[in-house]
């Protein structure tokens, strides 16, 4: 019998991150909420979805595996959540903001957890801000904080990296890939699907 696995998503921003756990959720896998004490405005508003804000307060009365912190909010996974989910389901997914994330997780369950860092270029990078409507002023802070951080040396603490420079159809297509959710067939099968 197959173990459940979860599956954890690591980048820089504008890697992709909530794009590719937005696609997968929309194929059913399920995913573990991320609780944060950061507001998203409407720019971000699909974030809203994958991440569940709440007052400061209320962050440190609840109990996390993965308590962080990325540009001056915090993030977390509660252990409830997460022990939940890799018990019930097969297949689970989850934003982690940096590698101390995947540290503490690991402790919990090392051998089914696999990570998986978003990688872009420069260009992808400057490019997805403009188009999310942020000022040059909001540019030059997220790459100084992507630099300062080293967010883009992040992939050294992951299992598999995926380029995600292009379309985000190649990008998940490789993270399926990853996750198993693929099936090989036979040449003739294969020969009637291409005709």
């Not at 890697?15 to 971000?44: A, C, E, N, W």
């Not at 040396?153 to 990296?161: I, M, Q, S």
Request: positive net charge.
């Amino acid at each position: 019998m197959a173990k459940n696995k979860v599956f954890a998503f690591l980048g820089p921003h504008c890697s992709g991150k909530s794009t590719m756990v937005s696609q997968l959720m929309s194929m059913g896998i399920h995913y573990v909420p991320t609780i944060t004490t950061k507001y998203f405005d409407d720019r971000y508003a699909y974030k809203r979805r994958l991440f569940r804000t709440v007052k400061p307060e209320e962050f440190a009365a609840e109990k996390f595996i993965v308590n962080t912190s990325y540009q001056g909010s915090s993030y977390g996974l509660r252990k409830e959540d997460v022990l939940q989910s890799y018990q019930q389901h097969k297949i689970s997914i989850m934003i982690m903001m940096d590698p101390a994330g995947i540290k503490q997780l690991s402790k919990f369950i090392n051998q089914d957890l696999v990570s998986i860092f978003l990688m872009i270029d420069d260009n992808a990078f400057v490019e997805r801000m403009l188009r999310t409507g942020c000022s040059n002023d909001e540019i030059k802070y997220y790459v100084d904080s992507a630099e300062t951080n080293k967010e883009f040396e992040n992939w050294k603490a992951t299992d598999f990296v995926v380029k995600n420079v292009s379309t985000a159809r190649v990008a998940l297509e490789q993270i399926l890939s990853i996750m198993g959710l693929v099936t090989l067939v036979s040449q003739s099968d294969f020969d009637k699907l291409v005709k």
